[in-house]
């Protein structure tokens, strides 16, 4: 179930260690999402200008990233950027986020490649500045046979324009094939999906309190595990991921089925009389 990485909980900090030793190994997520929030708000607390946010923000990503890697976390997916900032946000801030982006890809395969991180991504990427597009496809060759996480940034990435481009795809096809409309199942839109290679998210963490969801795989959550933090994303860091981890183990998935305290279940529920209402 877990990735063909080797475990290396050596080296997580002592404060990572005691709450790892608190998890249990065989019910780690397979999958987590994070919308990383807050970057602004942590650098005006700090009187700074949002672009230090961002920075800081990028080297929580490098964190989170490597201690993901040590506990054979096997896909991790960050949204890094959406296409609503790429519309909504200054110019001067977006041109800035892809600078980083690039310094960030620059400065990080490295690290990657000691972790044993490969990098992809999901999105319209195509629309995204061609310098970047390069360094980006730079750092998904150079990292793509490591077996370990697989760090997937959502650049450019909206969750309601990933449908309508399935959609698409999925309308070509049938067309194509000539097949009925009426036959299209959960699957055939599942297969055309940005995320088609991988399992949906167990956990999605959102950080600096917000109770959205953004826009942020909307297909992909529908039982996904949702914990939310205060922290903004700037003061993320990976004890916070083992931490989110634990609150996800001690839920009971039920996938629209029963759970434990369920309550008695009627053996012929023909004879119950509805009163009624
Ligand atoms: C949300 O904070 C964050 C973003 C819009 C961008 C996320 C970018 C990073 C974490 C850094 C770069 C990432 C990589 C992979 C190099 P916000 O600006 O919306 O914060 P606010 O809501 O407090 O204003």
Redesign the pocket.
């Known amino acids: 179930m877990h990735s063909s990485g080797t475990l290396r909980i050596h080296e997580l900090s002592p404060e990572e260690q005691t709450v790892y030793a608190t998890l249990k190994p065989e019910r780690l997520p397979e999958h987590v999402a994070i919308i990383?929030?807050?970057?602004?708000?942590?650098a005006g607390q700090r009187s700074l200008k949002?672009f230090f946010?961002?920075q800081q923000?990028?080297r929580?990503?490098q964190m989170v990233t490597e201690t993901a890697s040590r506990i054979g976390l096997p896909w991790l997916t960050?949204y890094?950027?959406s296409l609503e900032?790429n519309l909504r946000r200054p110019r001067a801030e977006v041109n800035f986020?892809m600078r980083?982006?690039k310094s960030?890809l620059e400065s990080n395969v490295q690290r990657m490649m000691d972790n044993n991180v490969r990098i992809r991504y999901i999105g319209r990427t195509h629309d995204l500045p061609p310098e970047v597009q390069e360094k980006m496809r730079w750092a998904e060759e150079i990292t793509a046979r490591n077996t370990g996480t697989t760090l997937t940034?959502a650049l450019n990435y909206g969750g309601r324009s990933e449908l309508v481009d399935a959609f698409r795809r999925l309308a070509a096809e049938i067309q194509h094939k000539h097949i009925s409309a009426d036959h299209i199942t959960e699957q055939d839109i599942h297969r055309h999906l940005y995320t088609a290679h991988m399992p949906d998210p167990d956990l999605l963490i959102r950080t600096?309190g917000e109770m959205r969801i953004s826009n942020f795989l909307p297909w992909q959550i529908a039982y996904t595990e949702i914990f939310v933090t205060e922290r903004?994303?700037p003061d993320f860091r990976g004890i916070h991921l083992l931490e989110a981890i634990a609150d996800f183990q001690r839920r009971e998935r039920r996938y629209g089925g029963l759970g434990e305290d369920c309550g008695e279940v009627e053996d012929d529920p023909e004879r119950i009389h509805i009163a009624a209402s």
């Open positions: 990383m929030d807050g970057n602004g708000r942590w949002r946010g961002h923000g990028a929580s990503v960050l890094a950027f900032n986020l980083l982006l960030y940034l600096s903004y994303w």
